[in-house]
DNA sequence: AGTACAATGAAACGAACGTTTGAATCATCC
DNA sequence: GGATGATTCAAACGTTCGTTTCATTGTACT
């Protein structure tokens, strides 16, 4: 029978899903594969034939929401170098959030991503350095060139802290709105953090 | 032989200190009685001998360290509705947060509290409710008062929004330094936070 | 039809978990 | 100094975990 079945409710996807949305409520640790694949009505060695471990599921599943805002991430940094003048702080900047703010809205990912450093630290900094490590450093070694007066470990260290606050505004307990004025709109957010952490670089 | 052992360094104690440790690195579900009975250098079953269980040795870390802050508010605002005229928002809100901001500084509990929110939900719900429930609501007919054109269920969520935005303070992803000035101390903190969320309350 | 391979299913593996038990030790008071 | 209660200890309890195994099903190609 050529009668494909719907696309995107395979094995697989159901797995992501309903790791997204465990992982998320309750934590890598706390979530059993049992009640993961109950979830997502598979049986129980599917995860393993699928992905290999819990631990590499936990992988694929940033990898599926990190990868496409990494790859536009990258496509940013490249059109501000082709330019051939080099870009300036705030672009560097933008391209660098402005994929996260406006690519991750809908997927239930955002939790995980404020409870990875909850999360056993080892297998977390390993999968964060492999979906990346290399990236951060291209932007980096960008920053650092529109900062001359910075040295290159200054700025790594500074631009830990725009990681840090990336992670927490698309990550943190924004369901409740959050502190200052009304939940904004994503370009909003994004101008605000773009000149609020470029002035931090240029302390 | 009268020779006490030094105090402060009983049994209870050592597995207090080992389950702020353990639970703030690690998270409550990744953290086995066995590693953390073997850090205190206790013997397994001594944290159900003191304790109970597991979840109940939560508890008593969590109380430990929030009970000492949740006095002193309750002193502060006694006091303040002693003065026979009704306080202002500002000096509910910094009753409220001073306690907490300038209380809590050495310990290992903050991670904990910063990472409450993803360990089980309904366990951790269960222990905020007794800790604070009567608490909280004793400073949400006090704001109440001081905001008579709100109603009392539009104060309760507003004061959501001020415990969601103190629990980041005291707890968040501090050990960077953080967004914006410098560290700062804890009275330009408490000066700056009480005003904002003033604000927002009246708003 | 029949072979080859991908995917699923039910069942079991050893390990580690929180918890319980009961005896051994320690301190305390008569 | 012997009895009493609090505390510690080694060992085991049953359960659940991540993982593996192997038989079974489904799918595609010649």
Redesign the interface.
């Known amino acids: 029978m050529a009668a494909a079945p719907s696309p995107g409710t395979g094995t697989k996807e159901r797995i992501l899903d309903a790791a997204e949305a465990l992982f998320g ?6 979530t059993s594969l049992r009640a993961l694949t109950g979830q997502a009505g598979v049986n129980l060695a599917a995860v393993h034939y699928h992905f290999g471990s819990k631990e590499a599921l936990l992988a694929a599943v940033l990898e599926r929401r990190v990868a496409p805002v990494n790859r536009e991430r990258v496509l940013r940094l490249d059109a501000l170098e082709a330019h051939g003048r080099e870009p300036g702080i705030e672009a560097i900047l933008e391209a660098f959030l402005a994929p996260a703010i406006t690519m991750d809205g809908k997927s239930g990912i955002r939790p995980i991503l404020a ?1 990875l ?5 080892e297998l977390v900094r390993v999968i964060l350095e492999r979906q990346f490590g290399e990236l951060g450093r291209r932007f980096v070694a960008a920053l650092a060139r529109a900062l001359p007066g910075l040295s290159s470990a200054e700025v790594g260290e500074r631009f ?2 725009v990681v ?2 990336m ?2 505004m698309i990550g ?2 924004r369901e ?5 004025t009304p939940p904004s709109s994503d370009g909003e957010t994004l101008e605000r953090m773009v000149a ?1 952490l470029a002035a ?1 670089m240029r302390a």
């Open positions: 409520e309750s934590g890598f640790a706390a409870r450093h909850s999360e056993p630290i830990e802290l840090g606050a992670l927490y943190g307990s409740t709105s959050v502190l200052g609020f931090g």
